[in-house]
């Protein structure tokens, strides 16, 4: 059975970002790419730095595919985080010189 979600769009460093809420379990997820995109990462950064999450031992148990309705109509994909192991991901980053110029 799938949870009902609620869906909005939160102020994130000046950025918007998506926020999804399990109804039933009350669970709070962020769009992986709305957070990486408000740090200032570009496309390329956003694939290699949400490939690496999904990857992650600890992350990966947080990361959550959610389908949600698409300002332009039909269905959006996304992959969520769960903010309890946010802190953790940001935490894992590796900030490189090139990435470092961004933000």
Known sequence: M???LMIKEVDFNGASLL????QEGNKIFVGINY???GLGFNGRQIEYQR???????VV???VQKFSYPSEQGGMQETYCINIKKLP???A????????????
Do not use: F, M, Y
Not at 19 to 22: D, F, G, S
Not at 51 to 57: G, I, M, V
Not at 92 to 103: A, F, G, L, S, V
């Open 2 to 4: 799938v949870n009902e």
């Open 19 to 22: 926020a999804v809420q399990e």
């Open 35 to 37: 957070v990486l995109r």
């Open 51 to 57: 490939n690496k999450w999904n990857e992650d031992k």
């Open 60 to 62: 990966a148990k947080g």
């Open 88 to 90: 953790i991901a940001l």
């Open 92 to 103: 894992k980053i590796n900030i490189t010189p090139k990435i470092e110029c961004r933000i």
